[in-house]
């Protein structure tokens, strides 16, 4: 349902050696929009990723989806509750196929067979030809991963959090090194699985895309949370834009 | 001569076992052990005794080694594998070291240095399997099962999981793999198939000891593995052929010191290892399509 508070974050901070990479950061995903998060380099923005889906332990602060501590849980176990991500450098599965990357992405088990049956079958493969169709990775379903170009590559990361069923799509950088043709087939994708249900907060540098593609903007700064809110609202803020493109509020 | 052949058929298949059930982890898990000599030893040491003070026939004797060699791969995987690989590779080394340690020195069970003499024949539902053809086939019959298994296992979800961990643990774990628990089955399945090589070479031999369970052939099997090509069902079976075929065309060469052979056969290991990192680092087998690079025979 749009609107009800998916994932919240609560006064987090995590220092690294004597940098405060987040610092005590507070915010909410809500259920059904396009969240993202921007700022200048070394904002925090993948350090607060990384907080969120356990792979890393924040100092202090709490961190729960759908109501529930995910806090200190191995990052398997957070993906199993629903919280896929992607990373900047994507860490396809480079040796196995577009095929066999998707699949391994719908299997929550990793044994022998699969429970559930014939139905639970069916709806995985289901799934996974509805990831590759909107990809329009179809056709490459057998070459390695390896051997595909960038921009598939890029879908390929898409295809398999989209078959993973998770509800939380957490997206590293999706959009970076788009021609604009994928980048188009990209939006409109995203905005199709939001439409769906789908919850997405994304990091993201290129104003363009966040402009056209957010629902609501954090943005960053040295580890801060220094505004929320709506694109219009944060991308005309003159003091944001200044630290953003690199001057200091003085 | 034909007696020479089988006895060199056998040899291939026991090691085929062995390149093949590292294969499964080097290959698929992307797991570097360097203790496999370990678990053929557990494997030839728990049959030989099974045999010789239970009278147990191959399968029981096999079985008991597959457990014992099942159960030590725990406990060297659960505390090893919680942690990124470089510290497995230490801890197996240090497996191999500590095992080479208490096969030598636990005389009761071992016999120590001098080993254990007298092992009966391999006894298979009543029959004695001591005619060289029949334990051939016995020894063909098990790599086929073996081969099979990790075809299966491969194909499987926990194979596509394996693999997903081997490209990339991180983006693994994100999926949603538990990839300590299932890197630490991977070394359990090997391992426990690894002792009936170990099964096998003892009643085969009847007569094992320590030697045949050192690092070096721990090495050797690795080679086998990078030779044929990882992550492929059949490459490891070429490495055994290769590897073991090599001293035997040696001694066909004119001229060639016998005493030499070992020198000269290090030589060509070193060499070949080289030239395949060079052009072809899929092994022999791994390269040139994709079927054979996705891990298909």
């Not at chain 2, 086939?137 to 979800?157: E, F, G, K, P, W």
Request: aromatic share 8%; net charge neutral.
């Amino acid at each position: 349902m749009t609107g009800e508070i998916l994932f919240q974050a609560e006064h987090i901070s995590k220092t690294f050696g004597g940098l405060k990479a987040v610092d005590d950061v507070s915010f909410a995903l809500r259920a059904g929009i396009v969240t993202t998060l921007v700022g200048p380099n070394g904002a925090g923005k993948t350090t607060l990723f990384n907080a969120m889906t356990g792979h890393l332990v924040p100092d202090q602060g709490a961190v729960t989806f759908l109501g529930q501590s995910i806090l200190g849980l191995p990052h398997w176990r957070v993906a199993r509750l629903g919280v896929g991500r992607t990373f900047q450098d994507l860490k396809l599965f480079s040796h196995m196929t577009v095929e066999e990357n998707v699949t391994t992405a719908t299997e929550a088990g990793s044994w022998l067979w699969q429970t559930g049956g014939r139905a639970a079958q069916a709806e995985r493969t289901e799934r996974i030809a509805r990831a590759l169709d909107a990809t329009q990775l179809q056709r490459r379903r057998n070459a390695r991963a390896i051997d595909l170009s960038y921009a598939e590559r890029k879908f390929l990361s898409i295809a398999r959090i989209m078959a993973s069923g998770a509800r939380l799509w957490l997206l590293d950088e999706p959009a970076s090194g788009l021609d604009r043709g994928s980048y188009d087939r990209f939006v409109s994708l995203l905005r199709n699985e939001v439409k769906s249900g789908v919850t997405i907060c994304i990091i993201e540098h290129n104003l363009d895309i966040v402009q056209s593609i957010s629902d609501r903007i954090a943005f960053l700064d040295q580890g801060k949370l220094l505004a929320e809110g709506e694109p219009k609202q944060i991308l005309s803020d003159p003091a944001l834009a200044a630290i953003y493109f690199g001057e200091r509020a003085s | 001569m034909f007696t020479y052949i089988v006895s060199l058929a056998i040899l291939i298949g026991i090691n085929a076992i062995l390149a093949v059930t590292l294969n499964f982890i080097l290959g698929y898990a992307g797991i570097f052990s360097l203790a496999h000599a370990i678990f053929f030893g557990i494997g030839a040491y728990t049959a030989a005794v099974a045999a010789m003070k239970f009278g147990a026939d191959f399968t029981v004797a096999t079985a008991a080694g597959m457990v014992l060699s099942g159960v030590i791969s725990l406990a060297l995987a659960l505390p090893a594998l919680r942690v990124r690989g470089e510290y497995f590779v230490a801890a197996s080394l240090g497996l191999q070291m500590l095992a080479l340690t208490v096969f030598s020195e636990w005389k009761s069970v071992t016999g120590g240095i001098g080993g254990l003499i007298g092992i009966p024949p391999a006894r298979l539902f009543g029959f004695d399997v001591s005619d060289p053809v029949l334990f051939l086939a016995l020894t063909l019959a098990c790599l086929a099962i073996i081969l099979l298994a990790i075809r299966a296992l491969v194909r499987s979800s926990f194979g596509r999981s394996l693999k997903a961990i081997r490209d990339d643990e991180t983006a693994a774990s994100a999926l949603g793999k538990n990839v300590a628990l299932l890197k630490t089955l991977a070394v359990v399945v090997s391992s426990s198939f690894a002792a009936v090589a170990g099964s096998l070479y003892a009643f085969y031999l009847s007569f094992i000891n320590v030697e045949s369970f050192v690092l070096e052939v721990s090495v050797q099997i690795i080679a086998m593995v990078i030779i044929g090509g990882t992550a492929t069902l059949l490459g490891p079976v070429i490495g055994a052929v290769i590897v073991l075929l090599l001293p035997a065309l040696l001694t066909y060469i004119p001229y060639l010191p016998p005493t030499e052979i070992g020198s000269i056969q290090q030589m060509i290991y070193g060499l070949a290892m080289v030239l395949l990192m060079i052009f072809r680092p899929s092994g022999l087998w791994g390269y040139g399509s994709d079927s054979r690079a996705r891990g298909e025979p």
